[in-house]
């Protein structure tokens, strides 16, 4: 059974950091994409970055590029979302998912999800 677990999630002040941490277990990061998803209240979940266990390729969501670095550690099939300069915006329930191949913000490729973790920042 493939399970995915948030952490890291907390509340923060405006232009703090925060480090979230996605570890995945009964699958290894052999050709999966990694994604990192969130969902702030009242809103539709949306992309927020993507990284592929192949050759480390990433992409950003424009609202959180230049801020928010993705990065993977394939032994330990973890991946992590390091978060600056945050902003009242980005507070939202993050989800980390997986993906066989697919490079992208659709959902419906992403055949797993984790349970999410909360982040808030203050202005």
């Known amino acids: 059974e493939v399970q995915l677990v948030e952490s890291g999630g907390g509340s923060v002040q405006a232009g703090g950091s925060l480090r979230l941490s996605c570890v995945a277990s009964?699958?290894?990061?052999?050709?999966?994409?990694i994604g990192w998803f969130r969902q702030a209240p009242g809103k539709g979940r949306e992309g927020v970055s993507w990284i592929s266990s192949v050759d480390s390729r990433a992409d950003y969501a424009d609202s959180v590029r230049g801020r928010f670095t993705i990065s993977a550690d394939n032994a330990k099939t973890t991946v992590y979302l390091q978060m600056n300069s945050l902003k009242p915006e980005d507070t939202a329930v993050y989800y980390c998912?997986?993906?066989?191949?697919?490079?992208?913000?659709?959902?419906?490729?992403?055949?797993?999800w984790g349970q999410g973790t909360q982040v808030t920042v203050s202005s």
């Open positions: 998912a997986v993906s066989p191949y697919y490079m992208g913000y659709d959902e419906s490729m992403y055949d797993y």
């Open positions: 009964g699958i290894t990061f052999d050709n999966e994409v």
